[in-house]
C-alpha cells in the first residue's frame, strides 16, 4: 500500500538509490582497498580522504540501502528503533562527510599558507583531523538519540531524518536546529570559503613573482580550478538540504508536500 504519493515516485526513489549503491560503494570500496594496499598512498595528507570514503560507505549502507528496501513497500517499516538506527547512520555518513571536507580544506590551507612557522604536516596531526571530523559527527547525531530532537520518517516517510517540521513538546526541536544549522552548516561553509581563499590568494602571489615561469603558472591555474570545484561541489552537497530544511523550520504548518521534504 503507497500512502503518501503515486507509486511511480516511490520506484523511481528505489531505482536513484540502487544506483547510488551501484556508483558508491565500488567507488569508495576501492580508494580503500587500494590506499591499504599500497604503502606509498598511506600517507597523513590521505588520511582525510579515506575518511570520506568510509563517511560514504555509511551512507551507502546506513541510508541508501535501508531507503531502497522501503520504498518497495511504500512507507517506513522498520518500525521506531529502524528509524532511529536509519537515521544515526545516514545522519553520522553525511556529518563525517562534511567535516572531512572541512578539515581538508584546512590541511591544504595548513600546508600551502603555512600560517604557522615551522608547522610540518605528520600523522599526528592527521589522526587529530579524523578524530575532529567523528566527534563533530556525534555531536549532530547522538543527540536526537537521547531526546534533543529526534528522528522521525520524512517526506516520503522511506527514510528518517531530524525533526525539522514540529514542535513537538519535550524535545527542543527549535534550538537544535538552530545549533545544526548555525555549528554545522554556517561554521563549516565559513572555514571552507576562508581557507581556500587563503590558498587561491597564496598561490596568485607566487604566481605573480614568478610570471616568467610556465610551471608556476600552470600550478596556479590548477589549483584556482580545484578551488572553485572544492567549494562548487560543497555547495551543491549542503545548501540545497540545509536551505529546504530551514526553509521547512521556518515555516511550520505550511503545506509542503512529500515530494519536496523527499
Known amino acids: 500500500q503507497y500512502y503518501l504519493v503515486n507509486p511511480a515516485a ?10 547510488l549503491i551501484l556508483v558508491g560503494f565500488p567507488i569508495n570500496f576501492l580508494t580503500l582497498y587500494v590506499t591499504i594496499e599500497h604503502k606509498k598512498l598511506r600517507t ?11 563517511a560514504d560507505l555509511f551512507m551507502v549502507f546506513g541510508g541508501f540501502t535501508t531507503t531502497m528496501y522501503t520504498s518497495m513497500h511504500g512507507y517506513f517499516v522498520l518500525g521506531r528503533l529502524g528509524c532511529n538506527l536509519e537515521g544515526f547512520f545516514a545522519t553520522l555518513g553525511g556529518e563525517i562527510g562534511l567535516w572531512s571536507l572541512v578539515v581538508l580544506a584546512i590541511e591544504r590551507w595548513l600546508v600551502v599558507c603555512k600560517p604557522i612557522s615551522n608547522f610540518r604536516f605528520g600523522e599526528n596531526h592527521a589522526i587529530m583531523g579524523l578524530a575532529f571530523t567523528w566527534l563533530m559527527a556525534c555531536s549532530c547525531a547522538v543527540p536526537p538519540l537521547v531526546g534533543w530532537s529526534r528522528y522521525i520518517p520524512e517526506g516520503m516517510q522511506c527514510s528518517c531524518g531530524v525533526d525539522y517540521y514540529t514542535r513537538a ?4 526541536n527549535e534550538s537544535f536546529v538552530i545549533y545544526m544549522f548555525i555549528c554545522h552548516f554556517l561554521i563549516p561553509i565559513t572555514t571552507v570559503f576562508f581557507c581556500y581563499g587563503r590558498l587561491l590568494c597564496a598561490v596568485k602571489e607566487a604566481a605573480a613573482a614568478q610570471q616568467e615561469s610556465e610551471t608556476t603558472q600552470r600550478a596556479e ?8 570545484l572544492m567549494i562548487i561541489s560543497f555547495l551543491v552537497c549542503w545548501l540545497p538540504y540545509a536551505g529546504v530544511a530551514w526553509y521547512i523550520f521556518t515555516h511550520q504548518g505550511s503545506d509542503f508536500g512529500p515530494l519536496l521534504m523527499t
Open 169 to 172: 513538546e519535550g524535545f527542543n
Open 44 to 54: 597523513p595528507l590521505n588520511y582525510i580522504l579515506l575518511n570520506l570514503a568510509v
Open 10 to 19: 516511490y520506484a523511481a526513489l528505489g531505482a536513484y538509490m540502487f544506483f
Open 221 to 228: 591555474r590548477e589549483v584556482s580550478r580545484m578551488v572553485v
